[in-house]
């Protein structure tokens, strides 16, 4: 698979910004590169990560056996989760050779690589059969589609009859809030085109032919991690002080976006420039 400019660009990213997901994340025992899901049984921000793949599955409505796309799936903490709690056989396609490595090194030491596999593929544009799947899952992965429409056409495509579609990830509140400042500092660092709004998301599914689409705001519910991640913009900066006054290596421009969409998605969501939704459609 040879990566376009766009795709090579998120594949850069999750390179440069490995250890500050580890650092803010906790990413080697978390396995999540996403917001987490605060509730009433939610007590550490450990649970709430696990709370929101949890609450995907509900959604989706996965049982025991039943076949998943793990539609850009990191390092595998989603595939891991679905193998382990609900018996689920998982494939995980991800753009980055090296977030394959790292999801098929947690798959063995949780102890599921009977259940799950991982490979390079663009969820956009994969090499499998029609009808393959019961569930595509896309975990604040499908931001990153090239053409969103695209991908839950390929969705559609790769579902059996009965299958269903979950995706849970930000959307504009307006799609030309796309070209606000606060949002385009925001996506730009972290190597994201562009965002759909909940109704052309869903719109798209409708046009494709899903059926009984649900949409649910829950943006109160992963609050939490957008502050976590405006308290990480301090600390960084903090970090990155320290290294220039100490002459230390210095972070590449790629980090320092990074760090600073840690602000600007913060200020996004306070000005309700943005939501986080949890959607999800059937095939009949």
């Not at 080697?28 to 450990?46: E, W």
């Not at 730009?188 to 009984?212: C, K, P």
Request: with cysteine.
């Amino acid at each position: 698979m040879l990566p376009t400019e766009y795709h090579q660009r998120i594949v850069d990213y999750y390179a440069a910004t490995e250890n500050a997901y580890k650092d803010s994340w906790d990413l080697n025992n978390s396995l999540a590169i996403h917001y987490g899901y605060r509730d009433k049984g939610v007590r550490t921000f450990a649970d709430s990560l696990q709370r929101m793949n949890a609450v995907m599955a509900e959604s989706a409505g996965i049982r025991e056996g039943e076949t998943v796309l793990d539609a850009g799936c990191g390092v595998g903490g989603s595939s891991i989760f679905l193998a382990q709690h609900y018996g689920a056989t998982v494939k995980g396609i991800t753009l980055s050779p090296r977030q394959v490595q790292h999801a098929e090194i947690n798959a063995e030491k949780k102890e599921v690589t009977g259940q799950v596999k991982f490979q390079l593929m663009d969820y956009c544009a994969t090499d499998f059969p029609d009808h393959s799947f019961d569930v595509v899952w896309g975990c604040e992965s499908i931001c990153y589609a090239a053409n969103k429409e695209q991908f839950i056409k390929e969705a559609y495509r790769l579902l059996r009859p009965g299958g269903r579609l979950v995706v849970a990830d930000g959307l504009v509140t307006k799609y030309e809030h796309n070209r606000n400042p606060v949002i385009r500092q925001w996506l730009d660092g972290w190597q994201v085109n562009y965002l759909e709004t909940a109704d052309r998301f869903q719109g798209y599914m409708q046009q494709t032919g899903f059926s009984d689409i649900q949409f649910r705001d829950i943006s109160r519910e992963v609050a939490h991690s957008s502050r976590r991640l405006l308290r990480f913009y301090y600390l960084a900066n903090l970090y990155l002080y320290w290294k220039t006054i100490t002459l230390s290596n210095r972070a590449t421009a790629m980090q320092k976006l990074n760090i600073r969409a840690c602000k600007f998605q913060y200020i996004g969501m306070k000005r309700n420039l943005w939501q986080y939704g949890l959607v999800t459609g059937w095939k009949l």
